[in-house]
């Protein structure tokens, strides 16, 4: 234990001073690891492109003559690749670097001050050409393009290290080591200070990246042999007196250790191929190292004529240690590949060779006496025949001999790794021609370095040449791939539309990296553009089984397969959509989850959370695409609860390019809550915009019209929609007109469409009843068509003619609804008792219709029977005893009001505001709420309503008379004028007589 902890037995300044040292020695280690595992990702990170794309889901439906009407919107869904992020060059990185490569030099200048007079030069020579590479003239210190900077360095470094060495020898180490650091702190604040050249870090550190190199390699062989060394002790470190068989022990250990080594090489070489435990070379450096620190007081016979072990000797082994792995971490951190193998050639050789010529050294020097000699380790360094410089000579020759039957690819590599080293320091300020040509100068000398090509296509991504790009990714395949250059590689071609190609760079990745949740993540999107498409799911799992280095990505695979069972319409499939507790925080994946149950038209059971998915007031594409869709799921709750975060936001100028998107979304939260005029208004507003979703809009402000049956504007708004590529815009507008009594000019529209495609049936429907109107026509038809053709044709018809077509109908179904369909338009048309009568037939009919049908006769008993009742009472029992289908829905505000009215209910006037807004457009309802508001003496909420409704819909002839009227009882003649003009114009001639007869009343008056 005592020989373990040697520096115990040290006078205290040495001990303090080692133990610094060690703390130092740990700290570089940690960073040395640090680089191993997390440089190669950070110096290429893996990004990850978050795509959003829409798909339609449903709104609503209703009835619409023919067919049933389906309201369809956008609902937003996220995938999510990696990508190959582009080179990061840390300057971080080049700081922590120099930090310590500084701390190192300190030590090695300090330990070299000491040194004998010869080994001194020799040593102060090395420290000379580390500052000299430095290149200090191209930082522009305060101006100085020149080697004054350098000269100053050189003057301070090698004249204080003169002086400790000449005239100051007895110094206290300690003391010499806290002057250089202080020395070098100083020189370094004035360098980076006074540096013109942005980031001059990076200039220090790949500038002058080759003599650190050079003593890393030097600290490689220094102990390349101490690993046998300590099998040689552990071997004859024993108590036990006699013959052993400690030889044959040692030699088996050097042959299990030097053939595993020799099998690395040849695999290396691709000689040998089996797969087998081999040892890490940065690992075996480390024990290397650790043991090296032990083992180097051993070794002091070998270089006592140099310096003392303690402490010079502890401080040049840790000095050259700390610029070791310093500079082998900062070839991980800037993941400079060629670098990165140097080392690990250098490791593999040094300890081949080296370990091979101290097997040798043991064999002939100890052979018999460690089978007699307990501690025979005591004499290691003693030889008999085989001095220990023929260790070294034998090693440095082995390591020759390796390097020249590499054809001295590690000479290349290195310069390779210097001028990758150069072209970052470029890279990082963005000059790219001279970061390119150093790159293309690496190449030269390793064209297959994964840093060069892996930087030139990093380059051609930024200058948007993805082909340029693509080819350097591939070449960076061709040694050293890494997941990186798969994915860019991979996702280039999908770019391209080349998915096969795609989905080949990626199986080839995953026989690279069979573990890769990264690779299958994008396995799956690629499968996603094929007619294998179900394959997605499969492979979204494994990216899910295998994960992420980067716990941030974990909720990526499973966001992307809910965003696949969302595009694949496969919502409806599932027993339930999934829910993960543990995404709930992660947006994407809630975007998703969204989509899903808009598909499913089921609501969320998980309350809008906007604190948590938008903690920026900024939207991004995701952060819309969720609002979006919680804005949509809305309407399966009735819940308007993102209506207030949706108005804040629009009005927002950083989401301009999301206003409109926005304000639509919150019309639809507020029309499907039941506040369909505050809805409608914000749609109609972006309907007379003028964007890329105007087409979309009209077409929704189209259908929310129809809903109301607000047919003169529906006709114009599909009118604005005859241009847009909407295959059934000629449809939709040809139905519009026939719905408004237009037959005629509908009529010529149905005669194209079946002209353009004879098998429309729904064109040879139309037809047929709009051209075939006498009595002998309408009864030939099917009772289905003259059904239609008395919806559409009832105006025209006599009244001997629709009695004679309703009494036609055997189908109870048919006859209740032709029932109906009289029953709209008696009331439409002020006749009372031709109404009754059509209601009575209706009911006797009714018990035997399906249950839909006598929904339908309900709501028109409803409307047209029970809410002219006085009794309140009677009114509130059919509310609650007469089921009514659910797109009747909109009329209860209405119903409950007038019940609530007929009962002197002090609740009659919010109710009569609810009404107004759900029904803006029903003339009966508007003329209803404003007889009840006048009979309540309150003719101004009349008038008011009366102003909104001809707002909202300006061809509502019967509210616009009222209106008239209304001004009259408000004295406000005035205004009377502009308004009978229109009507005259709008009414035919005995409306607008039987209409100024009540103006009469007012006027005579």
């Not at 036990?240 to 090489?265: C, D, E, P, T």
């Amino acid at each position: 234990m005592q020989q373990l902890f040697f520096w115990q037995a040290w006078p205290q300044p040495q001990r303090r001073l080692f133990v610094s040292l060690l703390v130092l020695f740990v700290a570089v280690m940690g960073y040395y690891l640090y680089g191993y595992y997390v440089g190669t990702p950070t110096a290429i990170p893996l990004q990850l492109e978050t795509a959003t794309a829409t798909m339609r889901v449903p709104l609503d439906a209703f009835p619409r003559s023919l067919f049933t009407q389906v309201v369809e919107t956008d609902s937003y869904y996220v995938t999510q690749r990696f990508a190959a992020g582009a080179l990061q060059v840390s300057p971080l990185a080049a700081r922590v670097y120099l930090a310590l490569l500084l701390a190192g030099v300190v030590l090695i200048v300090s330990a070299i001050s000491d040194f004998t007079r010869l080994w001194y030069y020799v040593g102060i020579t090395a420290i000379i050409a580390f500052f000299a590479y430095l290149r200090l003239d191209i930082l522009g210190i305060f101006g100085l393009d020149n080697q004054i900077p350098l000269g100053v360095v050189l003057v301070l470094f090698g004249g204080l290290s003169y002086y400790f060495h000449a005239f100051a020898p007895h110094t206290n180490l300690y003391k010499r080591v806290v002057v250089f650091a202080l020395l070098a702190v100083a020189l370094s604040a004035v360098v980076l200070y006074g540096a013109t050249v942005p980031n001059p870090e990076l200039y220090l550190a790949n500038y002058g990246l080759a003599v650190p190199l050079v003593l890393a390699l030097l600290f490689v062989a220094l102990v390349a042999f101490d690993i046998p060394a300590v099998f040689y002790v552990l071997m004859t470190d024993s108590k036990a007196q006699g013959k052993s068989n400690n030889m044959l022990n040692f030699s088996i250990l050097m042959v299990l250790y030097l053939g595993n080594l020799l099998l690395l090489h040849l695999r290396n070489r691709m000689v040998w191929s089996m797969d087998m435990v081999y040892f890490n070379m940065f690992w075996l450096l480390i024990v290397s190292a650790v043991v090296g620190l032990w083992h180097f007081q051993k070794k002091e016979v070998l270089y006592k004529s140099i310096m003392r072990f303690a402490p010079t000797g502890a401080v040049f082994f840790v000095g050259l240690a700390v610029v070791a792995f310093a500079t082998i971490a900062y070839a991980f951190t800037s993941a400079n590949d060629p670098l990165v193998e140097v080392f690990e050639d250098a490791v593999l050789y040094s300890h081949l060779s080296f370990g091979t010529a101290f097997f040798i050294y043991v064999f002939v020097n100890y052979s018999d006496i460690m089978n007699r000699a307990a501690k025979a380790h005591r004499v290691m360094y003693e030889p008999r025949y085989m001095p220990v410089l023929g260790v070294q000579l034998l090693g440095l020759t082995g390591v020759f001999v390796f390097v020249v039957a590499a054809s001295r690819f590690q000479y290349y590599q290195s310069k390779a790794a210097y001028y990758n080293g150069l072209g970052d320091t470029y890279y990082a300020f963005g000059d790219m021609p001279l970061a390119q040509k150093f790159y293309e100068e690496a190449l030269a000398n390793e064209y297959q370095n994964h840093h060069s090509n892996y930087a030139i296509a990093s380059i051609y991504q930024k200058q948007e040449d993805p082909i340029r790009a693509a080819a350097y990714y591939k070449q960076a395949l061709r040694k050293k791939p890494t997941e990186q250059t798969f994915v860019g590689l991979s996702n280039y071609y999908l770019n391209t539309k080349q998915v096969i190609e795609a989905m080949f760079t990626l199986r080839e990745g995953l026989r690279e990296f069979p573990e890769s949740g990264v690779l299958y993540n994008n396995l799956a999107l690629a499968y996603m553009e094929t007619k294998f498409a179900d394959s997605a799911a499969h492979y979204f799992g494994k990216a899910e089984e295998y994960g992420f280095a980067d716990k941030q990505f974990k909720p990526v695979p499973q966001t992307n397969l809910l965003g696949f069972l969302a595009r694949r319409d496969l919502a409806k499939t599932l027993d339930s959509i999934p829910y993960l507790p543990e995404y709930f925080n992660y947006t994407p994946y809630q975007t998703n989850r969204l989509a899903l149950l808009n598909l499913a038209q089921k609501p969320d059971a998980k309350a809008f959370d906007a604190k948590t998915h938008l903690p920026d007031t900024t939207l991004d594409a995701v952060t819309f695409g969720y609002l979006f869709n919680v804005a949509i799921n809305a309407v399966q709750r009735a819940d308007t609860a993102a209506a207030p975060v949706l108005q804040s936001l629009r009005v927002k100028n950083a989401n301009a390019d999301y206003s409109s998107k926005l304000k639509f979304a919150q019309a639809i939260n507020y029309y499907y809550a039941g506040q369909h005029l505050k809805g409608y208004d914000l749609l109609a507003q972006l309907d007379l915009s003028y964007n890329e979703d105007a087409t979309s809009y009209t077409e929704m402000h189209a259908q929310w019209l129809s809903q109301q049956q607000a047919w003169p504007l529906v006709v114009k708004a599909y009118f604005r929609l005859l241009n847009s590529t909407d295959a059934n815009s000629v449809i939709n507008y040809a139905m519009a007109l026939a719905e408004n009594g237009e037959l005629e000019r509908s009529l010529s529209y149905w005669q194209k469409i079946a002209a353009a495609d004879t098998s429309n049936e729904v064109a040879k429907i139309m037809n047929n009843i709009l051209t075939k109107t006498s009595e002998t026509e309408l009864a030939g038809m099917a009772e289905s068509s003259r059904l239609l053709a008395l919806h559409y044709r009832k105006a025209q018809m006599s009244e001997q003619l629709r009695a004679k077509v309703l009494a036609s109908f055997t189908d109870v179904n048919y006859k209740v609804m032709a029932a109906c369909e009289l029953a709209d338009f008696y009331a439409k048309e002020n006749q009372p008792e031709a109404l009754a009568d059509v209601l009575r037939t209706a009911e006797l009919n009714a018990s035997n219709a399906d249950q839909k049908t006598r929904n339908e006769y309900h709501f028109r008993d409803l409307k047209y029977r029970q809410v002219a009742q006085t009794d309140g009472n009677i009114l509130r029992n059919a509310i609650a005893n007469e089921p009514r289908n659910i797109w009747h829905a909109q009329w209860n505000p209405y119903f409950e009001a007038m019940a609530a009215y007929k009962l002197k209910q002090p609740q009659a006037k919010t109710l009569f505001a609810k009404a107004l807004e759900s029904t803006p457009f029903d003339e009966q309802v508007i003329l209803d709420v404003c007889a009840a508001l006048n009979a309540e003496g309150d003719k101004q909420a009349a008038y008011d309503a009366l102003v909104n409704a001809l707002n909202t819909n300006p061809r509502a002839d019967k509210v616009r008379q009222e209106y008239v009227l209304q001004c009259f009882r408000l004295n406000m003649d005035i205004l009377t004028d502009d308004e009978i003009a229109k009507l005259k114009n709008y009414l035919k001639p005995a409306e607008f007589e039987q209409f100024m007869k009540k103006v009469a009343t007012f006027t005579a008056s």
